[in-house]
């Protein structure tokens, strides 16, 4: 059986290279060299090689196929809950400790059940909160203050 010979020689960096310094597309280097484009993305990317996109090149890209997307928008039942679990709302928000009186089993949880564990899985004392959840939510209000902490774009989505 003959030896492979590597994908990437000395010869086929440097014209990645050049070809993308020239700001060429990598699908445009991939056919000049003879490689896959997913191997230019690939090779690119360990030679820390990027580009930074702007809004130009963003729309360079969109050549009107297909239905335009929308900008991506925090759902209205996880902006309602944040909002009311940060006070973004005239809701009163729950800031006391969370009740440990309910804590049920994986056989005893329900939809209406906190889901939030409690332990390690495996250990003798694992077990779930158990607390009432609102709504169809997988945890009650202390909880959820716990697993929906929002980062910086979401607070400044539900500030606009």
């Not at 969109?62 to 709302?89: C, H």
């Not at 209406?112 to 899985?121: A, D």
Request: charge should be positive.
């Amino acid at each position: 059986m003959p030896a492979l010979s590597p994908t990437w020689t000395d010869e086929r960096i440097e014209l990645l290279k050049r070809h993308f310094e020239a700001g060429l597309s990598c699908r445009e280097i991939a056919a000049d060299i003879g490689v896959s484009r997913n191997a230019v993305i690939g090779k690119l990317s360990r030679l820390n090689l990027t580009r930074g996109r702007t809004a130009d090149d963003r729309k360079v890209q969109d050549r009107g196929f297909g239905p335009q997307r929308a900008p991506r928008a925090v759902p209205r039942l996880q902006y309602e809950m944040l909002a009311t679990i940060y006070g973004e709302t005239d809701a009163a928000a729950v800031a006391g400790p969370i009740d440990e009186a309910n804590r049920c089993s994986l056989l005893e949880l329900s939809e209406n059940r906190c889901r939030w564990p409690i332990s390690t899985p495996g250990e003798d004392d694992f077990c779930f909160c158990g607390n009432s959840a609102p709504d169809g939510q997988p945890y009650c209000a202390g909880h959820s203050r716990l697993a929906y902490r929002p980062h910086a774009r979401a607070r400044m989505m539900m500030r606009g």
